[in-house]
């Protein structure tokens, strides 16, 4: 009876309404959206604008020094670079094999499960845990010391779980249609999963990785735990280069050496009692956000890369 | 096929890592106490560069304690040290095997600083200090003149070192007469830095931490002078009334210790005579009071005497003035 009455105005006046809540859920959404950046290019900027006279060549060639002018981050930016190196190689094959183990292998029964489970959890554990951890492993029980190594190795396992979710996040979106089609025509589980699965899944194993990364270039409490060193003004030995007169460096002796990464040296800047160090600081924070800006571009690139190249 | 090169290709890696420690270069490792950090880093530096990089040196900040664990672990060259090795630590020493040689560096001036708008503050007894830090203080003194009836009707605001610093050691040593106890109801931080710009922006605020954090913020901070027990004058800290021993009970004598064994190597005895020789000009340009040059002369001669171990006993001393440190290490 009701909707018969309705004159046209007040359908219009519904409309109106309706367009109201709407204008305004927008606005909300705009100035909350407005909130974050500001807070994020004020954070910028501020680094940008403090640290802008350190800003030059000499500030990435130079090792750490006790005068804030001659201070540079060379072996920082080297060490937290080689680490990262460390981490990938061991992290996205074990990674990799783990998800791709889960999605295509495992029967599904309570071992799988107690896995799954555990997998997810150890996304949530605090990273001074896997500092702890590797102390007791990699450290002592390996006999790995205070090196790169060990730093690369714990960094892996603080985002292997990272990557075994985005892995089977990335598999379980292909369409099961793929895996029928390859069986259909007498592939093997393995041929499958080497010509179909794992390149389709490619690009979004790789934004795992690439994020699980940008996680573990910041990380600082398990790298402090495990020993890395705060005053450093050497480089790792590269492969094949003279380090003592008479001896050549080995392919892997750089795995071994002592080092120290961006977070330590800006923590170590920002505590110093010479306020000319907070310029350092800033210009170190700029540049350690850069490198992860630029390692979640690469990802952003290479999954629109990819991407492009899958047809169906 | 190609799978078995790999799996060939990949065990040779492995050998290459295992195997690679053979041809390291020289290292020598230091770890320690933060406030004696920018000391050495200052000597690693200019050792460094004075020996073109061949010989190589890492400094760690673990803390006192933390660096001497893993110094009587025989895992570092040399340990920073603010405050002498205690009695535990040199049992853990002795069960490792590890002799050391124990050298004092510099003095430091444990700092009372306010705010410089503060003017009712012209100076203060230890008894003072111990009214606003002790334990007992904990959520009863909190107004200065519940301290002092002089002074004035106004909130106390107390910023200190965290529990973990041998800053903190020290100054509750000194001041409360016990190490390690004090009120909690304080903003503790182990970063000095939080401390400066907190007692910077609070005109009833006191807080204590190393000279060199009150020396490179002179324009924010003011020195508050400490009333001398002994002779009942108010000193201001400076480098003068540190090596005139006036600044007491808050003026201490910070460390290395550098292990027996490693003086064998060529490149760790090197820099320790490096050290020794240029301790004085650089300490001072970290903002620290450096020792008379007996006392580095006579650090090296403990080397070649073989003159082993710590004159401390063990125990935390406050109060100690240069003299008596230098009688003391001369007694060795």
């Known amino acids: 009876m009701q909707h018969s009455t309705l004159t046209?105005?007040?359908?219009?006046?519904?409309?109106?309404?309706?367009?109201l809540k709407d204008t305004l859920f927008q606005a909300l959404g705009i100035f909350f959206l407005g909130i974050g950046l500001i807070v994020i290019f004020l954070l910028v900027g501020d680094m940008v604008l403090r640290g802008s006279e350190r800003l030059n060549l000499d500030f990435f060639m130079n090792f750490a020094s006790r005068r804030a002018a001659n201070a540079g981050i060379l072996s920082a930016w080297?060490?937290?670079?080689?680490?990262?190196?460390?981490?990938?190689?061991?992290?996205?094959?074990?990674?990799?094999?783990?998800?791709?183990?889960?999605?295509?292998?495992?029967?599904?029964?309570?071992?799988?499960?107690?896995?799954?489970?555990?997998?997810?959890?150890?996304?949530?554990?605090?990273?001074?845990?896997?500092?702890?951890?590797?102390?007791?492993?990699?450290?002592?029980?390996f006999g790995f010391g205070q090196s790169i190594l060990t730093a690369g190795l714990t960094l892996a396992l603080l985002i292997l779980p990272i990557v075994i979710v985005s892995t089977r996040e990335a598999i379980r979106s292909i369409p099961a249609m793929i895996r029928e089609g390859s069986m259909a025509v007498g592939a093997t589980r393995w041929q499958t999963c080497r010509y179909h699965i794992i390149p389709y899944a490619m690009p979004g194993i790789l934004t795992g990785v690439i994020i699980g990364l940008a996680r573990a270039i910041g990380e600082t409490a398990p790298i402090i735990t495990i020993g890395a060193l705060t005053f450093i003004a050497f480089l790792p030995p590269a492969p094949f280069t003279e380090v003592t007169p008479g001896v050549n460096a080995g392919m892997f002796d750089w795995l071994m050496s002592?080092?120290?990464?961006?977070?330590?040296?800006?923590?170590?800047?920002?505590?110093?009692?010479?306020?000319?160090?907070?310029?350092?600081?800033?210009?170190?924070?700029?540049?350690?956000?850069?490198?992860?800006?630029?390692?979640?571009?690469i990802a952003i690139w290479l999954r629109y890369k990819m991407r492009k190249n899958i047809k169906w | 096929m190609q799978y078995s090169k790999l799996v060939s290709a990949l065990a040779v890696a492995g050998i290459a890592v295992f195997g690679a420690q053979t041809a390291q270069?020289?290292?020598?490792?230091?770890?320690?106490?933060?406030t004696v950090y920018p000391i050495t880093e200052a000597v690693a530096e200019e050792f460094q560069k004075a020996k073109k990089n061949v010989i190589k040196v890492t400094v760690g900040i673990s803390g006192t304690g933390g660096g001497f664990k893993k110094f009587c672990r025989d895992e570092t060259d040399i340990s920073n040290a603010s405050r002498p090795i205690t009695a535990k630590e040199m049992e853990d020493c002795k069960a490792a095997g590890v002799q050391y040689v124990e050298m004092p560096v510099a003095f430091d001036a444990l700092t009372v600083v306010i705010n410089p708008k503060n003017t009712f503050l012209k100076q203060a007894t230890v008894a003072e200090l111990k009214a606003m830090w002790e334990p007992a203080a904990q959520g009863k003194i909190t107004k200065w003149n519940q301290v002092n009836p002089a002074w004035p009707d106004a909130p106390i605001k107390l910023f200190g070192a965290g529990a973990d610093s041998g800053t903190f050691e020290y100054f509750t040593e000194a001041v409360v007469g016990k190490a390690k106890s004090s009120r909690g109801d304080y903003t503790a931080s182990e970063d000095d830095n939080v401390l400066v710009q907190g007692v910077s922006r609070d005109v009833n605020a006191i807080g204590y931490f190393g000279y060199a954090y009150y020396a490179e913020n002179k324009?924010?901070?003011?020195?508050?002078?400490?009333?001398?027990?002994?002779?009942?004058?108010?000193?201001?800290?400076?480098?003068?009334?540190?090596?005139?021993?006036?600044?007491?009970?808050?003026?201490r004598p910070i460390f290395v210790y550098v292990k027996v064994k490693s003086l064998d190597k060529p490149e760790v005895k090197e820099f320790i005579e490096f050290y020794m020789k240029n301790a004085s000009k650089l300490t001072k340009e970290v903002k620290y009071v450096p020792l008379p040059a007996a006392a580095y002369t006579g650090n090296l001669e403990h080397v070649a005497k073989k003159k082993y171990g710590s004159v401390f006993g063990g125990k935390n001393e406050v109060g100690i003035t240069i003299e008596e440190l230098m009688k003391r290490e001369a007694k060795l």
Not at chain 1, 269 to 292: H, K, Y
Request: glycine share 6%; hydrophobic share 55%; proline share 6%.
């Open chain 1, 8 to 19: 046209a105005e007040q359908v219009r006046a519904l409309i109106a309404k309706g367009k």
């Open chain 1, 78 to 141: 080297v060490g937290s670079l080689l680490v990262m190196m460390v981490t990938a190689f061991a992290a996205v094959p074990l990674g990799v094999a783990a998800g791709v183990y889960l999605e295509e292998y495992a029967k599904r029964n309570w071992v799988t499960e107690i896995i799954e489970i555990n997998i997810t959890n150890l996304a949530a554990v605090p990273s001074i845990v896997y500092g702890l951890l590797s102390l007791g492993i990699f450290v002592y029980a």
């Open chain 1, 258 to 297: 002592p080092f120290t990464v961006m977070p330590i040296q800006i923590f170590n800047w920002t505590s110093r009692p010479d306020p000319a160090f907070e310029i350092n600081a800033a210009a170190a924070g700029f540049v350690l956000m850069v490198m992860v800006l630029s390692m979640n571009a």
């Open chain 2, 25 to 34: 270069a020289q290292v020598i490792k230091i770890d320690g106490s933060s």
């Open chain 2, 219 to 251: 324009a924010r901070l003011k020195a508050l002078p400490i009333v001398n027990p002994k002779t009942n004058a108010a000193v201001e800290p400076s480098e003068e009334s540190v090596i005139k021993s006036t600044y007491q009970p808050l003026s």
